[in-house]
């Protein structure tokens, strides 16, 4: 899926925390609002992540294909698959 370490960080960010928001992006990977929001727009164009919001304050980003906040191991095989092609799970769950 060619993601990069940071991209990895904020899916799994999202996978705890329900969402995240460019400036939490920004926060957790020490780089600028450019930055932040071109791994955002990758992470949607690859369709891991879905914008909710139009721009501006307000606006977040959630697993796609999950309903907005929500949150914990729903859907957790298909996000592991989807982001390092794992096939075997082991203890992972979902």
């Given amino acids: 899926m060619g993601l990069n370490e940071r991209q990895i960080r904020a899916v799994m960010y999202v996978k ?3 969402k995240i928001t460019n400036k939490e992006y920004q926060e957790i990977c020490g780089v600028k609002k450019r930055q932040s929001t071109d791994d955002l727009k990758e992470l949607e164009d690859k369709e891991i992540l879905e914008r909710v919001g139009t721009t501006g304050k307000g606006t977040y980003y959630i697993l796609k294909g999950h309903q907005r906040g929500e949150r914990g ?3 957790a095989k298909r996000l592991v698959r989807m982001v390092f092609g794992w096939h075997l799970l082991g203890d992972f769950g979902g």
């Fill in 16 to 18: 705890e925390r329900g």
């Fill in 73 to 75: 191991n729903k859907g």
